[in-house]
């Protein structure tokens, strides 16, 4: 006798977990492809070669999962037990088998089954469960950060929507262009994520030694480029880079609750110097994009206020180019009233 229980559920399948940074090759067509940023995202962006491989991926999965249910299924003498409960879902055993689940003895050339629908749970169990579940709905209700009522959106997407229904446009991440400059925004997009990582690692490393670290991480023919840029950074008196970068917070993580939205965003480096806070974003690209920093500076600073802190400057930083534009922050009333006075 054999026994197959919940054949109406999903199987847990990776996905291709480990594959969405890997790089892909196509045995057939001999393309090879991974995901890159975009030079207006830190999302990266995959390819169809990379859709494709995670597809085939997934059916080798599914193929194992068949498999399984054929050794369940080819083991049993006298009788096999099949129950599910609910929806079936289309990739569970049940929804992958040929069954035809029409109520009564179905007889095939080679065997017989019989489906019954019947309802086999015990009363208390359902009852318990139920008072669970609206327990557990009630206190995710009651916490800020698990609701099912507040939506999280991260900084970046929240500016895309909110300038997108502003322009009356539509934000895309896919813009059509040659593969040369395409290139290049993925490449200034991974140059930015590596500059950040150098100031990341300046704040908080031992005995940090700028040189040898570039020599290490970056390309050679970026070397020169990149240690001018970081002493260039360092030794600014406007913003006081030296004091932040010895006192301040870098690549600080924050939520913030507004209305029915959580706005989730990663601060570059912040920090209090004579009495005044300064909040800092560096951008490794033109500084053609200096307006959208600003804005999501200014969502950055909502976490600041919440905190207490009452006098911010904002302050992007292109060092690349050695350009800076430094901004006072608006307070807290009109950022509110700026960006949040359609949502409900």
């Given at each position: 006798?054999v026994?197959v229980v919940d ?9 291709g977990?480990s ?5 892909h090759i196509?045995?057939?067509?001999h393309?090879w492809s ?12 995959k ?7 995670l ?8 193929q194992?999962?068949?498999r ?5 299924l080819?083991?049993?003498?006298k009788n ?6 609910g929806d079936?879902?289309e990739d ?9 689940l029409v109520?009564?003895?179905?007889r095939l050339?080679?065997y017989?089954y019989q489906f ?13 469960n ?5 327990l557990?709905?009630?206190?995710l209700n009651?916490s800020?950060l ?7 959106i991260s ?5 895309d929507?909110f300038?997108?229904v ?13 593969a040369?400059?395409?290139l290049?925004g993925?490449?200034?997009a ?5 500059f950040h990582?150098l100031?990341?690692?300046?704040r908080?490393a031992?005995?940090?030694q700028?040189?040898?670290?570039i020599?290490?991480?970056?390309s050679?023919n ?31 993580g924050?939520?913030w ?11 570059d480096?912040?920090g209090?110097?004579s ?7 560096y ?9 959208k920093a600003?804005q ?8 600041l ?5 009452n ?8 060092p690349?180019?050695?350009?800076v ?16 006075k359609?949502?409900?």
């Amino acid at each position: 006798h054999v026994l197959v229980v919940d054949c109406g559920k999903a199987p847990q399948l990776s996905g291709g977990a480990s594959e969405h940074t890997r790089i892909h090759i196509d045995e057939h067509t001999h393309f090879w492809s991974f995901a890159l940023p975009t030079a207006d995202s830190a999302n990266k962006e995959k390819t169809i070669i990379d859709y494709n491989y995670l597809d085939e991926i997934k059916m080798r999965e599914l193929q194992e999962s068949d498999r399984l249910f054929y050794v369940a299924l080819t083991r049993a003498v006298k009788n096999l037990y099949i129950s599910w409960q609910g929806d079936i879902h289309e990739d569970s055993w049940l929804g992958r088998s040929s069954f035809r689940l029409v109520p009564g003895i179905n007889r095939l050339k080679k065997y017989s089954y019989q489906f019954q629908n019947v309802e086999i749970a015990d009363e208390g169990l359902v009852y318990k469960n139920k008072q669970k579940e609206q327990l557990s709905l009630e206190v995710l209700n009651l916490s800020k950060l698990k609701s099912n009522k507040l939506r999280k959106i991260s900084v970046t997407r929240f500016l895309d929507e909110f300038n997108s229904v502003n322009a009356n446009t539509f934000a895309s991440s896919f813009t059509e262009g040659d593969a040369q400059s395409q290139l290049k925004g993925t490449q200034v997009a991974q140059l930015g994520s590596d500059f950040h990582l150098l100031f990341e690692k300046a704040r908080y490393a031992k005995s940090f030694q700028p040189r040898e670290y570039i020599q290490k991480y970056f390309s050679e023919n970026l070397h020169d480029k990149i240690l001018k840029a970081f002493h260039w950074v360092k030794e600014l008196n406007m913003p006081p880079m030296q004091s932040l970068l010895s006192t301040g917070y870098v690549e600080w993580g924050f939520q913030w609750q507004c209305q029915d939205l959580i706005l989730e965003g990663q601060i570059d480096i912040w920090g209090n110097v004579s009495e005044e806070t300064w909040l800092i974003d560096y951008k490794s690209g033109s500084s053609e994009y200096v307006q959208k920093a600003m804005q999501q500076l200014d969502l950055y600073s909502l976490a600041l206020y919440e905190m207490g802190y009452n006098r911010i400057k904002k302050a992007v930083l292109f060092p690349f180019a050695e350009k800076v534009v430094i901004e006072q922050a608006l307070n807290k009333k009109s950022l509110i009233e700026k960006y949040f006075k359609n949502e409900k």
